[in-house]
């Protein structure tokens, strides 16, 4: 595996293999990687013939600055796992590489970007759509994978990939959870020991409300209250969210006639997970 911190190298290295035909495939992460970071990789590397990590916490994304401070980082630890699991590229910029100076241009993706996640923390898609459309210009992949985990930002990601007609083929992954359900996450492990436990009432009562849905209730705002309700029984839970919307655009829906998700944030102290599951 080779890990490169520029810009020029890595145009250089991928496009030495894009010479010679070989597909690429690209899973941008943050790092702090878990099986679901690792699922990505190794599906890269399935269905492409070279695997390009990158890893950089982008501190634009982060509209709180004590969880961009706090933000797990092992950059020994996270070599070795992508190496394992096939990688051959690892991009690991520092932000002054990603960011020069006078750097001044922004992408954002209209309404689906001030949705949910958006309104919870302002600036977020910004960061990371804007991060994205530069991954996806640097590395100029075949496919790039993200995580239905991140749902809003899979939708925001081929909005912007769509209207600017970025040539890469956005492919997306099924959450990877614990036995016990709880969504993989890097931020799982600022969880205490209590609120660990409590963190398993996210997919419980996300599972409960697509029983429903898979049992044919079509009222949206009943499952959405059914949703709140079963994560306001765990008291270490601080709901900021709790919907069931259009899996596309993320807006409000009233009755579920084609596809919904169910999609929540919660707080577990001061550590916020988010997770959600299809309705169909
Ligand atoms: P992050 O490092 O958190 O930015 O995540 C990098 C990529 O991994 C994103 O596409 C995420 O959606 C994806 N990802 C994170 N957690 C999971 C998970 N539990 N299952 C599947 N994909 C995930």
């Known amino acids: 595996m080779e890990t490169l911190s520029t810009i020029a190298a890595l145009r250089s290295v991928v496009?030495?293999?894009r010479r010679v035909c070989r597909s690429v495939g690209l899973v941008p992460t943050m790092g702090a990687f878990h099986d679901g970071h690792l699922s990505l990789m190794r599906r890269a590397k399935d269905e492409n013939d070279v695997a390009v990590v990158t890893l950089f916490v982008n501190p634009t994304q982060f509209n709180d600055?004590?969880?961009?401070?706090?933000?797990?980082?092992?950059?020994?630890r996270d070599n070795a796992l992508a190496k394992d699991a096939g990688v051959d590229i690892i991009f690991t910029p520092d932000p002054a590489e990603m960011y020069r100076p006078g750097y001044d241009t922004t992408v954002t993706a209209g309404a689906i970007a001030e949705r949910l996640e958006g309104r919870s923390r302002p600036g977020h898609f910004a960061g990371v759509a804007t991060v994205v459309a530069k991954l996806l210009n640097i590395v100029q992949a075949d496919r790039a994978y993200f995580g239905e985990k991140d749902w809003q930002q899979l939708q925001v990601i081929k909005r912007i990939t769509a209207d600017l007609d970025i040539p890469t083929e956005i492919r997306s992954h099924p959450t990877v959870r614990e036995a016990d359900g709880l969504a993989m996450s890097s931020r799982n492990v600022r969880l205490s020991t209590e609120e660990r436990r409590a963190a398993t009432v996210v997919s419980s009562a996300l599972l409960s409300v697509k029983t429903m849905a898979d049992a044919g209730t079509t009222d949206a705002t009943g499952l959405a209250a059914?949703?709140?309700?079963?994560i306001a029984r765990e008291p270490l839970a601080r709901i900021d969210y709790a919907v069931v919307v259009d899996p596309s655009t993320m807006a409000d829906i009233i009755t579920i006639d084609g596809g919904a998700i169910a999609a929540v944030a919660v707080y577990f102290g001061s550590v916020r997970l988010i997770d959600n599951m299809r309705l169909r």
Do not use: V
Not at 226 to 230: D, I, K, P, T
């Open 15 to 17: 496009g030495d293999e």
């Open 226 to 230: 059914a949703l709140n309700q079963a």
């Open 65 to 76: 600055p004590e969880d961009f401070k706090k933000y797990p980082r092992d950059a020994s």
